[in-house]
């Protein structure tokens, strides 16, 4: 898949995966998945975020470079996991003056396991903005939604939610929209059965916090993005439920 545009100024930039067929080394994949990454282009700044599975930045660079991307000056970090993470060095490397944004406990893991230098890394607490003219991100911190350092970026604006891993689905599809609800549906269940459900509680206070949010958009890390978000907010209220069939 090429760069696909969401919206002016905001593309996925990421990589499909067709031919995966296990993650983590334990979670069948029967139709693939992908790694998603956006790219966002303000007046002033431009930031990606997330970028892909190390086996996959060969994809995001030729995204990049489709969109005539020269310069980079934020690398969003929303989780330290490598499919989200794993270009990051890379992306480090060429784009020499780009910054990652992420939180404390993110900062920590990149500084460890992908040797990030310090001075490379803007921490962010939670409900912090970030301006890149004239299109603002919010963070929204969710700890262990499955990591103990995941977090959310809201363009403030365009009202689109980049949820992380969250309603997420391992699904590997050329159009970039939701456009089988039903197959959607099953696949964010089994994501959501095999990663998310050890952390239900924790879900269902974030899921409050949403309410807050007007969101039109939800671009999640792994799947397609939803142009009617209800769809997914209400099947993960079903999922979290005590009451749950």
Known sequence: MTVKKIKKDIYWVGAIDWDRRLFDELIPLPEGTSYNAYLIKGQEKTALIDTVDPTKEDD???????????HLDYIV??????DHSGAIPLMLELYSKAKIV???????MLME????????????NDNDTLSLGGKTLKFIFTPWVHWPETLLTYLEE???LFSCDLFGAHLAESNLWVDD???VY???KRYYAEIMMPF??????HLERLKELEIKTIAPSHGQIYSHPEFILSAYREWISDEVE
């Open 200 to 205: 239900r509680n924790n879900i269902k206070k």
């Open 158 to 160: 365009d009202k689109i």
């Open 181 to 183: 609800e039903s197959k």
């Open 77 to 82: 970090v929303n989780h330290a996991e490598q």
């Open 113 to 124: 396991h992908l040797l990030i230098k310090e001075d490379r890394i803007i921490t962010v």
């Open 102 to 108: 992420t939180n404390e406990k993110c900062k920590k």
């Open 186 to 188: 099953f696949a964010a």
């Open 60 to 70: 995001l660079l030729d995204n990049l470079d489709d969109l005539g991307i020269e």
